[in-house]
């Protein structure tokens, strides 16, 4: 759908296998994103990030993330993310 801001957001399917590395337990991590594909959890479907630039002042914006599961036929958001510059 076309719409005047379409660049403020971005919707991505996670695979399994990487969509815990979004969960606050990851976050603390000393190493939360360096993972290695596990072929066996590469199934797509069952995960989808929705990412939104958000206007601030200066020259990077900040951005949103929520992590979406679906949980007993329901969409919902498991996990989000807020990045400031």
Request: contains cysteine.
């Amino acid at each position: 759908m076309r719409q005047e801001d379409e660049d403020a957001y971005t919707v991505v399917a996670v695979p399994d296998y990487l969509a815990e590395l979004f969960l606050c337990d990851k976050e603390s991590s000393k190493h939360s994103y360096d993972v290695s594909p596990d072929p066996k959890r590469k199934a797509y479907g069952n995960y989808y990030t929705v990412l939104f630039s958000l206007r601030t002042p200066g020259e990077h914006s900040a951005a949103l993330t929520l992590l979406w599961a679906k949980e007993t036929e329901k969409w919902k958001i498991i996990a989000y993310e807020l990045l400031a510059p």
